[in-house]
């Protein structure tokens, strides 16, 4: 979360995102997306996780994302 447009992402939005997505979607690669509803932020939050559906390897707000 170094980066300074993802400082603002809550680490409980992020948990809540992998407790219950709007979508769960396996990569080719075996990392997992997750998205989740962020009404603050009016937008959604996409969660990227390593194969093990844990550890979290990316976080951030995805503008462009339709359920």
Same mark, same amino acid.
């Given at each position: 979360? %170094?980066? +300074?447009?993802?400082? $603002?992402?809550?680490?409980? =939005? @992020?948990?809540? /995102?992998? =407790? !219950? +997505?709007?979508?769960?979607?396996? $990569?080719?690669?075996?990392?997992? !997306?997750?998205?989740?509803?962020?009404? /603050? $932020?009016? %937008?959604?939050?996409?969660? @990227?996780?390593?194969? *093990?559906?844990?550890? @979290?390897?990316?976080?951030?707000?995805?503008? *462009?994302?339709? +359920?």
């Amino acid at each position: 979360m %170094a980066k +300074p447009g993802r400082r $603002q992402i809550d680490l409980l =939005d @992020v948990k809540a /995102a992998l =407790d !219950r +997505p709007v979508r769960r979607e396996r $990569q080719s690669d075996g990392r997992v !997306r997750y998205w989740i509803w962020i009404s /603050a $932020q009016t %937008a959604y939050l996409r969660v @990227v996780t390593l194969a *093990d559906g844990e550890t @979290v390897h990316n976080a951030f707000y995805d503008r *462009d994302f339709e +359920p």
